[in-house]
């Protein structure tokens, strides 16, 4: 882990909006918690231009995980997500891609077996926030934290400039692929300048964005959080 305390930060800097989310409105009565494969198939089926457009990801679905005493499930291969009407579709994509993504508006996609109706889609452009946080980065297998976490640093250095002072990575999750399964890790930067913070989320850590992996997201809290023993 990564931790070197320095004064707080402001930022009014306005981020630049050459790559943004696209959240759209979904019906769907039940997921399989692991669809991250089937979502980005499904994706890149209805839009084969995506495929091939290096900046362009797809989040996977997430409802809340506590709420009315339920728990996101660890078991991964017979468990369910049940997204609500307040439920999200995410991609992000180069603004340039935008009028193309919302073909997927009034669509129905196929994952693995259950279908999820698209509806209205709204933008939203990245935020330079001072934290950000990615449910999923590719790690190596065998890989340990320290090794993962100076391998994140260096990549941090070449894409955006920047030498981090504080990482901290997170719990590990197995993506399933007929290829083989993936290996990844949470991972929250911080104190991050406004520059470096568009920049990770723009292009990501470790690849793997068609599946998820690598997008980053602002994160609250930071504050209050200190590194454990």
Known sequence: ???????DKTLPWQAPDDVLDVSFAIQCKKLPLDHAWALSQAVQQAL???TDEPAAGVHTIHVAESGNGWERPD??????????????????IPKQRLADAQHLCGTTLDIDGYALSVGEAKE????????????Y???????????????MATEIRRIADFKVKKMMCGKSYT???????LHTRHLMIADLDNDPSVKLQQYGLGGGRKLGCGLFMPHKGIKTLKPTE
Request: hydrophobic share 40%.
């Open 124 to 135: 939203k452009v990245l935020l330079n926030a001072s934290v950000i946080f990615a449910r």
């Open 75 to 92: 078991d991964h291969t017979n468990q369910f997500l049940l997204p609500s009407r307040r439920t999200r579709m995410m991609l992000r």
């Open 175 to 181: 993506l399933h692929t007929p290829q083989g399964d």
């Open 1 to 7: 882990m990564f931790w070197q305390e320095d004064e």
């Open 137 to 151: 980065v590719l790690s190596d297998t065998g890989e340990t934290e320290p090794e993962f976490l100076q391998r």
């Open 48 to 50: 084969p231009w995506f």
